[in-house]
């Protein structure tokens, strides 16, 4: 069977923005901000422009600083990581036909939760949408994408308290 990646670690957001990267858009920024008050701000005598061109300046180079660490020094490697992760001998692989597919509501101060689990050939699979409660959600609940009786492919790494899911793939 042909199956298609549906959703993997390395769709989060952590594995997509780069931290080197923020540095050097935000050096950018104050660098045009250093060079719009230098040639726009008008000079009063009161010592607002050259302290605005020296905080400008010293956060300018501050983040340069920083994307040059970040991308010569020490190196983001979570993509490396998160793709030895799932081609790991230590991540199980199962193929299988959903059963027992629930969604669940709770409330909490946040808002209300959801959390969406079902079983491939017996082992129990759980996601929710609680993060930053209910500012975003990345896992996509409410979107019927997952039912009971659909085939799937799922990398997971088992730990005692549950299933890590790592990839899910649909067939085609």
Not at 20 to 46: A, G, P, Q, T, W
Not at 133 to 145: G, M, P, R
Not at 146 to 152: C, D, S
């Amino acid at each position: 069977m042909n199956y298609s990646t549906y959703w993997s670690i390395l769709d989060t957001p952590s594995h997509q923005i780069q931290s080197n990267i923020i540095f050097l858009f935000v050096s950018i920024v104050s660098r045009l901000s250093y060079f719009l008050i230098k040639r726009f701000k008008k000079d009063n005598n009161e010592g607002d422009k050259p302290l605005l061109l020296r905080g400008t300046g010293f956060f300018a180079c501050l983040c340069l600083i920083g994307f040059v660490v970040l991308t010569f020094i020490y190196e983001d490697k979570s993509v490396e990581y998160a793709t030895k992760t799932i081609s790991s001998p230590n991540t199980h692989l199962i193929e299988g036909v959903v059963s027992n597919f629930k969604r669940n509501y709770r409330n909490t101060r946040g808002g209300t939760v959801s959390s969406e689990s079902f079983e491939i050939n017996g082992i129990t699979f759980e996601y929710c949408d609680e993060l930053f409660a209910k500012f975003n959600s990345f896992s996509k609940t409410y979107n019927n994408s997952i039912y009971n009786g659909q085939r799937l492919r799922i990398r997971y790494k088992p730990n005692s308290i549950e299933n890590r899911i790592l990839m899910i793939e649909i067939v085609r």
